[in-house]
């Protein structure tokens, strides 16, 4: 089996352990100290948290400040919109910041917020048995397509505000 472990930098590191307690996710004592907690998320999937000074042991290069550029986005999977929507609220009660408006195309919804780090974490829920019957090859096609993209297209602002599904495509463009 295969696992994931994602190394985050964080400025307080028992802020940060409050502030993901607060979502429901424990930690592992075994792999903790003064400079880290592994956060667990799955069975495979752990998030170490270290502080700034452990995290520059493993790097080459700065650290990234969040607050001018994004580093990563961290997308975690929901089995229910209910659930994406009650994960944002906690998080936001814990001190994280909105990120980018909720997304809607019925078969996927999700959702995104800053955490007390200033990194980018999105939720999201996916129902299957609602997938368009085109594929997903087909979707990003013609998501890509000049003819059909605003983004790529020559398009007046107008046609920027239409929606797919609910979102707007201006929000994509970004």
């Not at 961290?74 to 944002?88: A, K």
Request: with cysteine; proline share 6%; glycine share 6%.
């Amino acid at each position: 089996m295969r696992m994931i472990f994602v190394n985050l930098p964080v400025k307080d590191l028992e802020a940060s352990k409050t502030f993901f307690g607060a979502l429901g996710f424990t930690f592992n004592p075994a792999f903790a100290d003064e400079n880290a907690a592994c956060m667990v998320v799955s069975d495979s999937i752990f998030v170490m948290l270290l502080t700034e000074a452990r995290f520059r042991d493993f790097i080459t290069g700065d650290i990234c400040d969040t607050t001018k550029a994004t580093e990563v986005l961290t997308c975690l999977s929901c089995p229910s919109r209910q659930e994406v929507d009650d994960t944002l609220a906690k998080a936001l009660a814990a001190g994280a910041k909105p990120w980018k408006p909720n997304m809607d195309f019925g078969f996927l919804y999700g959702c995104s917020f800053q955490d007390l780090d200033g990194h980018v974490w999105e939720l999201m829920y996916m129902d299957p048995a609602a997938i368009p019957p085109q594929s997903w090859r087909g979707i990003v096609t013609a998501w890509l397509s000049p003819a059909v993209s605003p983004c790529r297209s020559s398009a007046s602002s107008a046609s920027r505000e239409a929606t797919w599904g609910r979102r707007p495509l201006r929000d994509a463009c970004r």
